[in-house]
């Protein structure tokens, strides 16, 4: 069985726009095609190059993808999997560019096939199928793929009908495609350059006497006619309902307080409010107040219609997502599915025979504490997709702010032209390709302004809103999203907060990212980041990469290490399979006593992935060996002792191909009940790195009873160090840390 991770597409998106999406992650059979071109010619223009050096440079091999394809048939959603090179001569042979792509590849119910969950790392999976990670396509498993290819090359020739034909050949070394899910125990030294590298939460209030315990209560009809007025109730239950995803809500409510307002905000694609009662506020956010010895009785109802189906298809699949806010802060989500059937069709059938009932797909949502955070930020922005297509670039963002602002706080959409995992995987992709050049200045600026206007006029408007009310101090920004790929830190502002700083989000504001929803039923991460962590020790990691590892070694890197064990007395471990489990059980020992876990730990060495390999991020130990990020979701941390790591090497910012939820080094060590973790999204550079980090320990844990600044305080700081040159190329290590932890993290040395 062949796997290959996957491109994702719906089979509603049209040919041409099929040809796109392909054409912006480096695939075509023809850099001439006017689709094609456009998008070579956009990327050639940002960098001012020739088209055929940028289309050369960003073209990748048939051979490292699969495609996934989505349908909607009726209310179930068949996927089919697909060689990459067979979509794109189905593609470019449809006479109809306008066509849907599953009309122009000819697929049919039968011919869907199942999901299959990720398998261990070293095994492929046993059937044909989609590879998915909490109910995402990462991979598709194939038994014939065609005839191989390694590196396909198209060949056009008109017919006399003036259409267009491909014959792909296959390169002379196309029988080796390994197998998925597995990495070279080393890398050769040639493969990479020498330069780079590839607590307990204390400070929490008492307790209340009791905790008022509920479940999220969503009230609403499995399906109903668009154009039909029906009812949404959100409330709260004692026992878990049926159909509804949603943990247990715990409400600690201020000391003598007998009820609390709780903010209760719905979001869903493809419905609309109904005029309410006169006298009864509209909108998408009401105010339930909670009665806290009857917490069964609150509730608020949404008058809603849906809207007609948009597609052939005779269904709109929608889910109904519920934010729970008090003090403003998301306290926790919910969720629930339904059906909006064509207004002229009420006796719709729901036919099961073939792929999964949408009713029946898994869906996320998080657990619930209803309490203030004292620490919230001044602005949370969360992302989320209540379309359920990831084969779609649609989602959705809301805000929420302690403070009380004039700007709208939506919901408000966001449109990529890709699926948010090919929109960042170019990104990166990009960056790697041009890091050694000054003109990744003018990529970087490009890609800003992009990501600025994926989040949209209405997000950046109430950024400066906030940024005026908290000033002259830099406003704090919680970003949540439920794709984890887009790197929003890249945002560019114009004009910028803080003229005296690169226009990057992440340089202006002080930023922290997280990540909330699940689909299985772990209370980690927990539903807000940690805003205080006691470090009570401290361990660092470095690897010393001998000749026989295949690595090159890393100097500084070893120098960072040394001097973060003297300067905190920390725990020096070897980078070894050994050492590593003893940290991740949370079985260690430090000058002859056994401390169990840690509160802090730096990692320094080389690190990588895949693009060819789904969740396939790494660190590599001393001999080489591949050390996966899936081995950090089994740490034994959380509650009361949830370090932060800082992995000091390239790449530990990717997961899935890029910052993955499922996957990569941010989602499993925030499953490991780590409380906040950096890592960086592309190559850096290993004397840059090394002083990078020397500074941030310095400023978060001083030494001498200085006071120690918040995490992103000083990341800001750090990516503010950036300087584009017009002649050499501008050092993007400064950039390339993305953070998962609360904006105000502090951490605070106890004896």
């Known amino acids: 069985m062949l796997v290959r991770p996957c491109v994702v597409l719906d089979g509603a998106l049209t040919v041409s726009e099929v040809i796109a999406r392909l054409a912006r992650q480096g695939y075509w059979l023809d850099s001439a095609h006017p689709v094609v071109r456009a998008v070579i010619e956009e990327s050639a223009e940002v960098l001012n190059l020739p088209v055929e050096a940028v289309a050369n440079q960003l073209a990748r091999p048939f051979s490292v993808v699969g495609v996934a394809i989505r349908r909607q048939w009726y209310a179930n959603i068949l996927w089919y999997a697909r060689p990459v090179i067979e979509v794109m001569v189905g593609c470019y042979e449809a006479l109809d560019q306008d066509q849907p792509v599953f009309l122009a590849l000819d697929l049919h119910e039968e011919d869907s096939l199942p999901l299959i969950a990720t398998p261990a790392a070293g095994e492929v999976p046993e059937a044909e199928g989609i590879v998915y990670a909490r109910g995402v396509p990462v991979a598709v498993a194939l038994e014939n793929w065609g005839a191989p290819v390694a590196m396909a090359a198209a060949v056009g020739r008109a017919d006399h009908d003036d259409h267009v034909l491909y014959s792909i050949h296959a390169a002379d070394d196309a029988e080796d495609f390994g197998e998925l899910f597995s990495l070279p125990a080393s890398r050769s030294p040639d493969a990479r350059a020498s330069a780079s590298r590839g607590a307990s939460a204390g ?262 809103e906030v940024a005026d009310r908290v000033k002259p101090a830099p406003p704090t920004v919680l970003l949540v999203s439920a794709e984890p790929y887009v790197p929003w830190e890249l945002a560019y502002l114009d004009p910028p907060l803080d003229a005296s700083r690169p226009h990057y989000l992440g340089a202006q504001a002080i930023v922290g990212r997280w990540l909330r929803e699940r689909t299985g039923t772990s209370d980690k991460p927990p539903v807000l980041p940690p805003a205080r962590i006691s470090i009570k020790h401290m361990a660092v990691m470095a690897g010393m990469y001998k000749a026989e590892s295949g690595l090159n070694n890393l100097p500084e890197a070893e120098a960072e290490a040394k001097a973060l064990q003297k300067t905190y007395d920390a725990l020096p471990l070897a980078a070894s399979l050994q050492a590593v489990k003893q940290l991740l059980d949370a079985r260690l020992e430090h000058n002859f006593e056994r401390i169990g876990g840690v509160e802090a730990i730096h990692f320094a060495g080389h690190g990588d992935y895949d693009p060819t390999t789904p969740d396939s991020a790494v660190l590599y130990l001393s001999d080489g060996t591949p050390l996966f990020a899936s081995l950090f979701g089994s740490a034994q941390y959380g509650g009361a002792q949830s370090p932060v790591f800082f992995l000091n090497a390239c790449m530990a910012g990717i997961g899935d191909e890029l910052l993955g939820d499922a996957g990569g080094f941010p989602g499993n060590c925030l499953d490991g009940g780590f409380g906040a973790m950096l890592g960086a999204l592309w190559e850096i550079d290993d004397k840059v790195a090394h002083q990078l980090a020397i500074r941030f320990w310095q400023r978060v844990m001083p030494i001498g009873g200085g006071q120690p600044e918040p995490v992103g305080a000083v990341l800001r700081d750090l990516r503010a160090l950036y300087v584009p040159d017009p002649v050499k190329a501008p050092t993007t290590t400064y950039l390339a840390y993305v953070y998962y932890g609360h904006p105000r993290l502090t951490l605070q040395m106890v004896p």
Not at 224 to 241: E, I
Not at 306 to 314: F, I, N, Q, R
Not at 373 to 389: C, R, S, V, W, Y
Request: proline letters at 10%; aromatic letters at 6%.
């Open 203 to 464: 400070f929490e209030p008492a307790p209340p006497p009791r905790d008022v315990r509920a479940w999220p209560r969503i009230d609403a009809p499995d399906y109903v006619p668009a154009r039909t007025p029906f009812d949404v109730v959100v409330g709260l239950a004692m026992s878990q309902q049926a159909g509804v995803a949603g943990g247990e809500m715990v409400f600690v409510p201020p000391p003598g307080k007998t009820s609390i307002d709780v903010e209760v905000a719905l979001v869903a694609d493809g419905i609309e409010l109904v005029e309410d009662s006169p006298g009864v506020p509209m909108g998408w956010s009401k105010v339930m107040t909670v009665d806290v010895d009857h917490p069964a009785t609150a509730q608020v109802t949404f008058k809603l219609k849906g809207l007609e189906p948009d597609a052939a298809e005779p269904a709109r699949l929608v889910q109904l997502e519920v934010r729970y806010s008090y003090d403003g802060s998301v306290c926790g989500t919910a969720s629930r599915r339904l059906v909006i059937g064509r207004a002229d069709a009420p006796d719709f059938d729901l036919p099961s025979d073939h792929g999964t009932p949408w009713l029946d797909q898994p869906h996320t949502a998080s657990s619930i504490s209803v309490k203030p955070d004292p620490d919230a930020a001044d602005l949370t922005i969360e992302i989320f997709k209540p379309d359920g297509n990831p084969g779609k670039g649609s989602y959705v963002c809301r805000l929420t702010s302690p403070h009380a602002l004039t700007s709208p706080r939506g919901p408000f959409r966001i449109e990529l032209d890709d699926d948010a995992m090919g929109f960042a995987k170019m990104i990166v992709n990009q960056v790697r390709a041009y890091s050694s050049n000054a003109i990744v200045d003018n990529l970087l600026v490009s890609h800003g302004k992009r990501i600025a206007r994926a989040l949209g006029s209405e997000v950046i408007t109430a950024l400066r």
